[in-house]
């Protein structure tokens, strides 16, 4: 995880970083992919609750958020070039998603002669441009999930609406507030669940969102009170209690009432950015290792959606049955590649030439652009 250079808005790759956070970053994102790979094929206990990373993930965008923008804000940054900043960081990925999920849309009409409007696949796809949320889409494009192209995309809707309120005024930015807002936010997901993605669970993504995101603002003010020595211990007891959640099949956890969220959200991913944040795994395979984890980490959440409709709507075409557990694996090889080429070949080069454009040339010092947070 890269700090932010003095001359520049931007976070951009340096010699520091926060490597085992990167490769924590990576670790959740492909938890996600399987987690959805078994709801979409219908393997329920495959990673069962490893949509728990959302939370992850909101919690280390809070926690980059103030290692990164905090004082920059406070010194004179303007609200408008900080927007700018983010949404340079996250809409390349979010339109090409889009538009990959639309052709492939697009194509399955024709196919199958689905009676689907024009008109409903466009909205979806100008909404999806813009990242806004569509109440109205239809089955056959992929509703009633808000983001009907690309259904993960609600999180990243959320992390730009609390970037909004954690940059417009400084006092969000406090511990005081921070820890607020995350108990009080956490007991409401608790209660009623996390959600977020259907417009019948659409505002319980704003307390889900505020509560991690704010206890990663918390773990960044409170970052000294746990020992280096500690954190060695706590990070990896911390990952093997996180992997448990994910993917033991008899833990089932529900989305609704269960106090394990709670104490996920409240201590379980804090502790895991803030060990996270103060443990160092030498070497260059370990370092090479958690740098690619890191890196793939959001092209791999914001495509794995659109690239598992396309991979599997061919397969099932050609072979008229449901992939195989190989053929899964298979699947997971190919997004994996897929999502890495598309960073190097179209996410980098896209977010260098805007920076440029609208930032001006000191926002870009290196021809790496750091992907240093979930973005969510």
Not at 77 to 95: D, E, G, T, W
Not at 322 to 350: N, Q
Request: glycine content about 8%; overall charge positive; aromatic content about 14%.
């Amino acid at each position: 995880m890269s700090l932010p250079s003095a001359a520049s808005d931007v976070p951009l790759k340096t010699t520091q970083h926060y490597l085992a956070l990167d490769a924590l970053r990576g670790l959740a994102a492909l938890s996600v992919m399987i987690f959805h790979f078994g709801h979409w094929l219908h393997v329920e206990r495959l990673a069962p609750n490893a949509g728990l990373a959302v939370d992850l993930f909101f919690c280390l965008s809070g926690f980059v958020m103030m290692k990164s923008y905090d004082r920059k804000l406070s010194g004179g940054l303007s609200f408008v070039r900080f927007m700018k900043v983010r949404l340079i960081r996250l809409m390349p990925l979010v339109m090409a998603a889009t538009l990959i999920s639309a052709i492939y849309v697009l194509f399955r009409i024709q196919v199958k002669h689905d009676h689907v409007a024009l008109r409903d696949v466009a909205t979806a796809v100008l909404l999806g441009l813009i990242n806004l949320p569509n109440f109205g889409a239809v089955t056959a494009i992929g509703g009633p999930q808000i983001f009907p192209l690309n259904g993960p995309q609600y999180t990243l809707f959320l992390e730009v609406v609390v970037n909004i309120f954690w940059a417009g005024l400084a006092v969000l930015r406090g511990l005081r507030f921070a820890l607020i807002a995350l108990v009080l936010c956490s007991c409401v997901v608790g209660w009623y669940g996390t959600g977020g993605d259907v417009p019948d669970t659409f505002w319980n993504g704003f307390p889900r969102v505020v509560a991690s995101f704010y206890a990663g603002v918390a773990v960044y003010h409170l970052r000294h009170i746990l020992p280096e020595k500690a954190a060695v211990v706590v990070f990896p007891l911390c990952v093997a209690i996180m992997l448990a959640l994910y993917y033991v099949p008899s833990f089932p956890i529900s989305h609704s009432g269960n106090p394990i969220i709670f104490v996920w959200i409240v201590a379980i991913s804090p502790l895991l950015v803030l060990s996270g944040a103060k443990v160092t795994y030498a070497g260059a395979f370990a370092t090479k290792g958690q740098t690619f984890l890191g890196d793939l980490s959001y092209p791999l959440y914001v495509l794995h959606y659109p690239l598992f409709c396309w991979v599997n709507g061919i397969y099932q075409a050609v072979f008229k049955v449901y992939p195989s557990g190989l053929v899964m694996v298979g699947y997971g090889v190919f997004i994996v590649v897929a999502s890495f080429v598309t960073l190097r070949l179209f996410d980098e080069p896209v977010r260098r030439w805007a920076s440029t454009t609208l930032l001006g040339k000191s926002a870009v010092k290196t021809s790496a652009v750091a992907a240093t947070e979930f973005g969510v």
